[in-house]
């Protein structure tokens, strides 16, 4: 049995084109894996640790090999706990809207929580950094308003899925699968709709090999 975490950086719910579309990709995994737990992570309801004051500063205790005050003890336990509900899973989808180009700022402080040396990186004089998540397949689902596709001026635009693959890849993840909405705002709410409509199709197809 594997254990399937759905990440929802959207605070619009159903109306959330990217949830939409990762919602449908959830109900098709569950009709092909039934016995597989699905964990759903929403970064706008959750309450995550600031990684901030004490917290910076644990980080920096660890790396320089000294030891913890009790406030930074405590501070670094919240860090470690979003770390481990992380690396506890098998697989991963990851619901995304572009936010003023890149990404919402709940999401963000979510990888800075994630992103440790020693938990979801190592670096060595020799190797360099490497990534310690690996071997587990992520889904990511984007939706912008309008359209940022490759080889087009509105590429240079899109600092949402260059910064979410270039950070999932640098803490080990290969297997990283794209589906993206757009747009869902510039055509209109019709051709919002058949944005979406085509890109549920290809979230169910997905997940009978994910």
Known sequence: MSKLLYIQASPRGERSKSNTVANAFVEAYKQVHPQDSIEKLNLFSTN???????????????????SHSDEELAAWKAV????????????????????????????????????????????????????????????????????????????SFDLQSKYVEMIL????FTDIKTIVVEPTLQGG?????????AAIGKAEQLALSF
């Open 48 to 66: 995550l640790p600031a990684f901030d004051g004490f917290a910076v500063q644990a980080k920096y205790t660890i790396m320089h090999g000294k």
């Open 80 to 155: 470690e706990k979003v770390i481990e509900q992380f690396k506890s899973a098998d697989k991963y989808v990851l619901s995304v809207p572009m936010w003023n180009f890149s990404i919402p700022y709940r999401l963000k402080q979510y990888i800075d929580i994630l992103v440790q040396p020693g938990y979801t990186f190592s670096f060595d004089a020799e190797k360099g950094y490497q990534g310690l998540v690996k071997d587990k397949p992520l889904l990511v689902v984007y939706a912008r308003g309008s359209e940022y596709k490759k080889g087009t001026e509105g590429e």
């Open 169 to 172: 890849g640098f803490i080990g």
């Open 189 to 197: 709410p019709d051709i919002a709709q058949q944005k979406v409509d």
